[in-house]
């Protein structure tokens, strides 16, 4: 597989698990696992960081020079990358919610 294959693959291999992850901490939260869901955001935001990384290297090379050709597989990569980062941002407000139903049914 050619090189940028394998660099697209891994920003859509830690966008989706980022997603992924971002979706159990809204589960765990309306179970009122708070700390599980905050360990998985957590989780979720180590593998952002990483695709992000990816993606910042990627721009930094074609600033340099380096040429990449833009395919349906690398827009599905950004795409994959950009829903994630929204997830986990939604996720992050839907426990802060779940926070305060929890709390508020609970009194």
Do not use: C, P, W
Not at 27 to 54: P, R, Y
Not at 60 to 80: M, N, P, Y
Request: aromatic share 6%; charged share 25%; proline share 0%.
């Amino acid at each position: 597989m050619e090189e940028m294959e394998m660099i697209i693959f891994e920003i859509i291999s830690n966008g989706g698990n980022a997603k992924g992850l971002a979706y159990e901490a809204i589960a765990s939260a309306e179970e009122g696992d708070f700390e599980k869901a905050e360990a998985l955001l957590k989780e979720a935001d180590e593998s952002l960081v990483k695709a992000h990384q990816i993606q910042t290297n990627l721009i930094q090379s074609e600033a340099a020079g380096q040429h990449h050709d833009v395919t349906v597989l690398f827009v599905h990569a950004q795409d994959h990358l950009m829903t994630a980062m929204e997830v986990r941002t939604l996720a992050e407000n839907f426990i802060k919610i779940n926070k305060r139903l929890y709390a508020l049914e609970n009194k």
